[in-house]
């Protein structure tokens, strides 16, 4: 069992930046591809940002890339999201997630991927 806490979340303005984590506990993070999804009330959970276990390759949804930032540390068990230039209906709460026996390259963005998830983090962004 993979233990996922997200920490980070808060009030910012609209244009601002937040810097999500999330540590991870349990088992062997390395072999992890982790990923970062969201919800905001009334909607599906959607795709934000994906990095592999090596941390290699990332992969981005359409509407955050340029502005959103996903690494990880394997050594600290962390993965994080920076969030630049944040839009007020970017407002939502923040899951981190994690998908194995993958490839080294491989950034899973779909929900049925990954087994292990947070609790989330709530972001919101004010007008």
């Known amino acids: 069992q993979l233990q996922l806490v997200e920490s980070g979340g808060g009030l910012v303005q609209a244009g601002g930046s937040l810097r999500l984590s999330c540590a991870a506990s349990?088992?062997?993070?390395?072999?992890?591809?982790m990923g970062w999804f969201r919800q905001a009330p009334g909607k599906e959970r959607e795709f934000v940002a994906g990095?592999?276990?090596?941390?290699?390759?990332?992969h981005y949804a359409d509407s955050v890339k340029g502005r959103f930032t996903i690494s990880r540390d394997n050594a600290k068990n962390t993965v994080n999201l920076q969030m630049n230039s944040l839009k007020p209906e970017e407002m939502a709460v923040y899951y981190c997630a994690a998908a194995a026996g993958l490839s080294r390259t491989v950034v899973p963005s779909t929900l049925r991927e990954y087994a292990y998830w947070g609790q989330g983090t709530q972001v919101t962004v004010s007008s």
């Open positions: 349990g088992r062997t993070f390395s072999s992890y591809a």
């Open positions: 990095i592999s276990w090596s941390g290699g390759r990332t």
